[in-house]
């Protein structure tokens, strides 16, 4: 099932500091690819983002944000549907904001409290600096902002993103490699090399991921934990709850909460 594009906003004067763009992006779209005269934060408050660029794609969460360099060719969109929220900073502000090159990031409460917010009062006159008040919080959020490492990579060939759409709208899903294999056309052996090329990981290890990521959307999103087990597949909470700590270090209910210790590079 094929994409359809969003026009990307153009003609635009760089923001000064900084300016939040609120945008709905229905299921199955994206923007072209395109590039910013300026830094860019690219985020949900809900739904799911497709991030690529030239190093690869993943997808995000709303717990998660993508950093763009000024400059960077990149391609936005979502598989089921976005609430967006784009910042859009000057390159001028540089000095303890992430690197020069695309970054995950840890999206904390107060960040995301801060970035609706300025959506909010985007374009409203700043008599009393309020709005300039905002903007400074999110920049020393951003700041202290973590790198993570537990994004979702996503494949680039027509046939391995159908695969992972299939997988990620169903992460309970049984099948084999060797039954994707045939129902892609492809032997195993072929499968295994293309999936390990164009995410950087094994089909085994990426649907383990897959499920830590849903796992944290559909808890983030009120599901609760045995709901959540049964919808990823496995056969009891307690089974869920084990693998949950083996990759993250902590419960399921101390993650959501805030107290799981730093995972950013797990």
Do not use: G, K, N, W
């Given at each position: 099932m094929n994409w359809d594009t969003i026009e990307a906003p153009h003609g635009l004067a760089p923001p000064d500091p900084l300016k939040v763009r609120a945008q709905s992006?229905?299921?199955?779209?994206?923007?072209?690819?395109?590039?910013?005269?300026w830094h860019q934060m690219v985020y949900a408050i809900s739904g799911v983002l497709t991030v690529a660029t030239k190093a690869g794609s993943f997808v995000i969460s709303p717990e998660q944000a993508a950093w763009l360099p000024t400059g960077l060719d990149h391609k936005v969109g979502s598989m089921f549907g976005a609430e967006f929220r784009s910042l859009w900073i000057n390159d001028r502000i540089a000095s303890g904001l992430p690197a020069e090159h695309a970054t995950l990031l840890g999206v904390s409460p107060l960040l995301k409290a801060l970035i609706v917010e300025a959506a909010r009062i985007e374009g409203e006159p700043d008599a009393d600096g309020y709005a300039g008040r905002i903007t400074q919080?999110?920049?020393?959020?951003l700041r202290r902002a973590t790198p993570i490492s537990t994004a979702l990579p996503w494949p680039t060939s027509?046939?391995?993103?159908?695969?992972?759409?299939?997988?990620?709208?169903?992460?309970?899903?049984?099948?084999?490699?060797e039954a994707w294999a045939r129902t892609l056309g492809m032997s195993e052996r072929t499968l295994a090399r293309r999936f390990l090329g164009e995410t950087g990981m094994s089909l085994r290890t990426w649907r383990r991921r897959l499920r830590l990521f849903r796992a944290i959307e559909m808890l983030g999103g009120g599901l609760d934990v045995t709901r959540t087990a049964l919808e990823l597949g496995y056969g009891s909470t307690s089974a869920f709850i084990y693998a949950f700590r083996q990759e993250l270090g902590s419960s399921p209910q101390a993650y959501m909460k805030g107290d799981a210790p730093n995972t950013a590079t797990r």
């Open positions: 992006i229905p299921a199955r779209h994206s923007f072209p690819e395109h590039a910013h005269d919080l999110i920049l020393d959020q027509t046939a391995l993103v159908s695969l992972c759409e299939t997988l990620y709208a169903d992460p309970a899903d049984p099948t084999e490699m």
